[in-house]
T-cell receptor
Framework: DAGVTQSPTHLIKTRGQQVTLRCSPK?????VSWYQQALGQGPQFIFQ???????QRGNFPDRFSGHQFPNYSSELNVNALLLGDSALYLC???????????FGSGTRLTVV | GNSVTQMEGPVTLSEEAFLTINCTYT??????LFWYVQYPGEGLQLLLK?????DKGSNKGFEATYRKETTSFHLEKGSVQVSDSAVYFC?????????FGTGTSLTVIP
């Protein structure tokens, strides 16, 4: 049974560019959350998607946006990249009925 | 608000030593509490959890007890192994999101 799959695993972008990260949830999970983990820090909640809608949002600017597709997969988009956006971006999926979250291995984004 | 404070590292122990990583929390209501582990270059793996006061979570020799009176969820293991070297995160779950501590790096030397 595949867990949460994230792609790509690593990427490098230039300041000011835009990036899209992708997440496929664990089978049977319909809720997807995104977290940002800066180096040496704990993960910070970005937002959560359920039924293709943003259900909840953390303290992140509008440059961070997302989408959830009918098959429950999700994308995280970041516009106008800043050096400070360099981080590990984690996707977590869960069934809507409880908080049995499964985390993916993350996408390491480096902004230069 | 909701927040987690955990013991700063890094922590270095010899194999078979006793481990304690302190974690305290501030939360509205009664959150669920978790310990996650992160190995180098990887995502988060659930280590253990507790959903209500006085619950004890346990897994792979690690234990933590949900103490409402002291708002704590300290992680313990009686005898660490080299393979336990990783970063450990304490977290609370409230309002559909996790609030993580800053992590404690553990290195176990043979």
């Amino acid at each position: 049974d595949a867990g949460v799959t994230q792609s790509p695993t690593h990427l490098i972008k230039t300041r000011g560019q835009q990036v899209t990260l992708r997440c496929s949830p664990k089978s049977g999970h319909d809720t997807v959350s995104w977290y940002q983990q800066a180096l040496g820090q704990g993960p910070q909640f970005i937002f959560q998607y359920y039924e293709e809608e943003e259900r909840q949002r953390g303290n992140f600017p509008d440059r961070f946006s997302g989408h959830q597709f009918p098959n429950y997969s999700s994308e995280l988009n970041v516009n106008a990249l800043l050096l400070g956006d360099s981080a590990l971006y984690l996707c977590a999926s869960s069934p809507a009925s409880d908080y049995g979250y499964t985390f993916g291995s993350g996408t390491r984004l480096t902004v230069v | 608000g909701n927040s987690v404070t955990q013991m700063e590292g890094p922590v270095t122990l010899s194999e078979e030593a006793f481990l304690t990583i302190n974690c305290t929390y501030t939360a509205t209501g009664y959150p669920s509490l978790f310990w996650y582990v992160q190995y180098p270059g990887e995502g988060l793996q659930l280590l253990l959890k507790a959903t209500k006061a006085d619950d004890k979570g346990s897994n792979k020799g690690f234990e933590a007890t949900y103490r409402k009176e002291t708002t704590s969820f300290h992680l313990e293991k009686g005898s660490v192994q080299v393979s336990d070297s990783a970063v450990y995160f304490c977290a609370l779950f409230r309002g559909n999101q996790f609030y993580f501590g800053t992590g404690t790096s553990l290195t176990v030397i043979p």
